[in-house]
């Protein structure tokens, strides 16, 4: 059973830092592209950023791009997201999610992890 | 970057109705289109990708169809279960676009 557990959601005030993990079970974690979406409260879903399994290839959105870094320990199954100069705006809960690839060879996200919050306020 | 635009943002539906939610991108995409179905208070919940194909597990009364710029998500006999949020998302490049959501709700 596929399971995603994400964690490390925390209060951070504006300007700081904040790393979060997503451990991965069940399926050969490195052999799969992982990404990250986000959900501000009360509002729609914003993909975040992708990584390929091997880890040697990133993706991020616009409004992220030079502020956070995603990575991965295949050794650990484990998914993180680096954080820097988080403003109010960040403020969402965060889901990792697994990708699958369809017949066209693009990859779908399948399974979702439960998510972890991150609030940024003084 | 292309825009995922979803239709109606918000639906009111009898329990038995024939429901369908529009997904437009603009400029088109392939068939790489996946639609999510968010209960309140829930996590995403995948139903159907390439456009068409439902996820193992979906129940039968949900289909998707579409190519290009227009996608549609047809749930043929709506369900009290079924209140929930639903989101296109394109995913054959990057940025990974969602739609703005389309909330189901029972008349």
């Known amino acids: 059973e596929v399971q995603l557990v994400e964690s490390g959601g925390d209060l951070v005030q504006p300007g700081g830092s904040l790393r979060i993990s997503c451990a991965a079970s069940?399926?050969?974690?490195?052999?799969?592209?992982m990404s990250w979406v986000r959900q501000a409260p009360g509002k729609g879903l914003e993909w975040v950023s992708s990584?390929?399994?091997?880890?040697?290839?990133?993706y991020y959105a616009d409004s992220v791009k030079g502020q956070f870094t995603v990575s991965r320990d295949n050794s650990k199954n484990t998914l993180y997201l680096q954080m820097n100069n988080l403003r109010a705006e960040d403020t969402a809960v965060y889901y990792c999610?697994?990708?699958?690839?369809?017949?066209?060879?693009?990859?779908?996200?399948?399974?979702w992890g439960q998510g972890t919050l991150v609030t940024v306020s003084s | 970057d292309i825009q995922m635009t979803q239709s109606p943002s918000s639906l009111s539906a009898s329990v038995g109705d024939r429901v369908t939610i529009t997904c437009r991108a603009s400029?088109?995409?392939?068939?790489?289109l996946a639609w999510y179905q968010q209960k309140p208070g829930k996590v995403p919940k995948l139903l159907i990708y390439?456009?068409?194909t439902l996820q193992s597990g979906v129940p039968s009364r949900f289909s998707g169809s579409g190519s290009g710029t227009d996608f549609t998500l047809t749930i043929s006999t709506l369900q009290p279960e079924d209140v929930a949020t639903y989101y296109c998302?394109?995913?054959?490049?990057?940025?990974?676009?969602f739609g703005g959501g389309t909330k189901v709700e029972i008349k």
């Open positions: 400029p088109g995409i392939t068939s790489s």
């Open positions: 390439a456009a068409s």
């Open positions: 069940g399926f050969t974690f490195s052999r799969y592209a």
């Open positions: 999610a697994k990708r699958s690839r369809d017949s066209s060879g693009n990859w779908y996200l399948d399974y």
């Open positions: 990584i390929l399994g091997s880890g040697g290839t990133t």
């Open positions: 998302q394109k995913y054959d490049s990057a940025p990974l676009a």
